[in-house]
């Protein structure tokens, strides 16, 4: 059996492993397959290339940061995108922006903790990313390590980083990422889609829209779906003629899931591959 993994985190953006560390990692995971997914950037694509093990075949992706305007306030959702071409002008800039943004919104975040006289600072947190897409686990890290929280989770609780010291961050409108990621020859999955344990989610009736505009598939089994979610989507999925993707969104240690836990059937992958024309599978 071929076991695929199509959504994983590098400490390219909030993953705690490196992307060599990432790639050996799935192999000793029993995968043959393993997706690089970091958020809004493909910075980790080149070191999981030159690191990956005979044996692996490695899918280059993204996972990207948007929103849905159909509803007040918008609604804000993860699209993964493979095999596009990083140089595509377009989604080039979309990314360099969304990247820009996340630092400026971890600056001001740490701004306000430190005014409530939290001792940790910029240098530690941007430390923590190591050069990597900046996020808000790196802040969670910093809080850990000054002994106010004792896990990722409940550094995102109200308390701190999930209302009291919370700032938007900024986003692609959904349908202009469906359609830049496809004019860089690439493939979106929205990734999951019905996950009500994130917060709002979007009717299908968006997913329908989407559909039409070129999304491609829906992350089905992900560990914040619950079995009925699952059968939702998959459901969905079929109605929209989309294909059906299962992943771990694996994050290191940050998440306690494993690499692996979640994966996707082959046929849905094969077509996912026969589909991008932007950058090749690799292996
Ligand atoms: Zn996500
Ligand atoms: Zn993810």
């Not at 044996?55 to 699209?79: M, Q």
């Not at 026969?274 to 090749?280: K, N, Q």
Request: proline share 5%; with cysteine; charged share 25%.
């Amino acid at each position: 059996m071929t076991r695929i993994d199509l959504h994983c985190h590098s400490t390219a953006s909030d993953g705690t492993l490196t992307p060599a560390e990432l790639v050996s990692a799935a192999v000793e995971a029993g995968l043959d397959v393993m997706a690089i997914t970091d958020h809004d950037t493909t910075g980790g694509w080149e070191e999981a290339a030159a690191a990956r093990p005979a044996g692996l075949t490695l899918v280059r992706g993204a996972e990207l940061s948007c929103r849905w305007h159909g509803v007040e306030p918008a609604i804000p959702l993860h699209l993964l995108a493979y095999l596009f071409d990083p140089a595509e002008p377009r989604l080039a800039a979309d990314l360099a922006r969304l990247r820009s943004d996340r630092e400026q919104r971890a600056e001001k975040i740490v701004g306000r903790l430190r005014a409530d006289g939290v001792d940790i600072s910029w240098p530690e947190v941007s430390g923590y990313a190591a050069g990597g897409s900046i996020g808000r686990p790196h802040i969670a890290q910093a809080l850990i390590r000054a002994g106010l929280v004792r896990t990722t989770d409940e550094a995102f609780a109200s308390r701190w980083l999930g209302a009291r010291y919370f700032v938007p961050k900024a986003d692609l409108d959904v349908f202009e990422a469906v359609r830049a990621v496809r004019e860089a020859g690439g493939v979106t999955v929205f990734a999951h889609p019905n996950a009500t344990v994130r917060g709002r989610i979007v009717p299908d009736k968006l997913i329908v829209d989407l559909a039409r505009e070129g999304l491609f598939g829906l992350e089905a089994d992900h560990e914040d779906h619950t079995p009925e979610q699952r059968a939702h989507v998959r459901k969905l999925a079929g109605e929209l003629g989309l294909v059906v993707t299962g992943s771990s969104d694996f994050h290191g240690t940050h998440k306690t899931v494993r690499l692996g836990a979640f994966t996707t059937e082959l046929a849905a992958y094969g077509k996912i591959v026969a589909a991008a024309t932007g950058v090749p599978v690799l292996g």
